[in-house]
Each structure stands twice: as structure tokens, then as C-alpha cells.
């Protein structure tokens, strides 16, 4: 148990998931939490978890309004069906040219709520420039209502290598002093942590981190295990 509010959101990646979300449906009780699944799967996810307490968000969507562009979808397709909730800026989807200021500039007329990823990789870690580089990624931001942030350090992803409780509060330092100077509801933007986070390592992190939630990619994979998060950071 923690003594603060406390968000978890799954990030189900590029993974056949209909089984797991078949699963996810069969084994939670009351538990609150947001799952981003593959756009194939958002509406189907939606009427497996119709009668729980789990959200489903999209996890990227097109720099672009609606026309002739084969393959992607728009802020006005999530909004079509149903969907609230769209993460911008993972370093994966940065890692193949998507360009979030376009993305974010889309979702905002939508007025979808926004999920924006920062985070320093591992060469600007090395060298101490994790300020420089998420300061920069903050720039990109126009609107902070409806908005939460993820700080995951590129280096973090997927490794099994967690930033440490001081450099995770030294990064959320930087983050909301960011926000102080962009906007007057800068308390109001929640900040999560993400980066390897699993069922041994986030009771630990929840309490000794200032964040206020988590974005889980391998753990949500499992669905015991994701409880198990979910359940030890209420
Ligand atoms: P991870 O992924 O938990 O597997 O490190 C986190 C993410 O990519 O959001």
C-alpha cells in the first residue's frame, strides 16, 4: 500500500494480444488501471473490459488530420471509437522519425488526453545531459490541460536496468520546474516513471520516487504480474 494516488498504464507494445486481453478480462477484480494496446485490438479491448475498472488508450496515432494516408490512423479515428487516451513520444515510436510536436498539435484538436514520453538515451545519460535533452523534449508541449507525462530513460526500456530513486527524483525535478515556467497548472500534471518496472522492483519506486504513477511495458505482458503491481501500488 501507498499513501498517494497512484496510476498504472501497461504498454502492450506490438504484441498478438487478443489472448491477453482475454485474460486480463477473466482475472482482474476492482482494479484501476489503463492498458495501450495495438490499434487493431482497441475495440475489442474495449468490450472485453466494458464492466471493469481497466481504460484502453492508443499508443501512437498520425502527425496528420484524416485524408489519403494509407496505413495510419488519426486523432479523429481514436476519438471515432471511443478512445480517450493516446501516448506520444515513446522513444520507440521517436526512433522511427514520427514527429511529436505534429502528433501532439493533432491530438490536442481532438482534445484527446495525451500520455507524453520524454526521457534521455544512453549516450546523453552518459554524459550528463539528461536536463539539456529533456528540456528540450518538454518545448514541444503547447497545452497542459489533459496532459500526464512519462519519464522513462531511453536506457531504461526494456533492459531490466531501473534508473535509480535519484536520478528518477532529479528528472521529475527538471520536469516540473519545465512545466513552473510553462504554466500556472503545472501541479495538476501527473508524472509517471517508466523503465523497467516489475512486481519486485515498483513497491520501492512508488515510495521513494516523487511520481506519481507508472507506464509498464514487459511486466504488463504477464498479466499476474501487472496485478501484482497494480494491487501493491493502491
Ligand atoms: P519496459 O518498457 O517496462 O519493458 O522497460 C517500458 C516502456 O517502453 O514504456
Redesign the pocket.
Known amino acids: 500500500m501507498i499513501s498517494k494516488p497512484f496510476k498504472v498504464i501497461g504498454?502492450l507494445?506490438m504484441h498478438a494480444v487478443g489472448g491477453l486481453l482475454q485474460q486480463y478480462a477473466d482475472q482482474v477484480g476492482g482494479q484501476s488501471f489503463g492498458l495501450l494496446v495495438p490499434a487493431p485490438y482497441l475495440t475489442l479491448a474495449q468490450s472485453l473490459f466494458e464492466n471493469t475498472s481497466i481504460w484502453v488508450g492508443a499508443q501512437t496515432l498520425s502527425s496528420h488530420g484524416q485524408g489519403a494516408r494509407t496505413g495510419e490512423f488519426s486523432a479523429k479515428i481514436i476519438c471515432d471509437v471511443g478512445i480517450e487516451t493516446v501516448?506520444i513520444g515513446?522513444?520507440?515510436v521517436r526512433a522511427r522519425g514520427e514527429y511529436a510536436p505534429e502528433q501532439i498539435k493533432q491530438a490536442n484538436n481532438e482534445r484527446l488526453n495525451i500520455i507524453y514520453?520524454v526521457g534521455e538515451s544512453a549516450e546523453a545519460y552518459e554524459y550528463d545531459q539528461m536536463e539539456r535533452f529533456l528540456t528540450q523534449q518538454l518545448n514541444d508541449l503547447s497545452e497542459f490541460d489533459r496532459l500526464t507525462i512519462?519519464y522513462?530513460p531511453v536506457w531504461?526500456?526494456?533492459?531490466?536496468q531501473v534508473a535509480t530513486i535519484d536520478h528518477i527524483n532529479k528528472a521529475i525535478a527538471v520536469i516540473r520546474s519545465v512545466l513552473r515556467e510553462k504554466t500556472s497548472n503545472f501541479d495538476e500534471v501527473k508524472l509517471l516513471y517508466?523503465?523497467?518496472?516489475?512486481n519486485k522492483n515498483c513497491l520501492e519506486i512508488a515510495h521513494e520516487a516523487n511520481v506519481n504513477g507508472?507506464?509498464?511495458?514487459?511486466?504488463?505482458l504477464d498479466v499476474e504480474k501487472m496485478l501484482e503491481v497494480v494491487n501493491l501500488c493502491r
Open positions: 504498454n507494445k501516448l515513446h522513444s520507440e514520453c512519462a522513462e531504461a526500456i526494456g533492459s531490466g517508466g523503465g523497467s518496472v516489475n507508472f507506464l509498464i511495458g514487459g511486466a504488463a
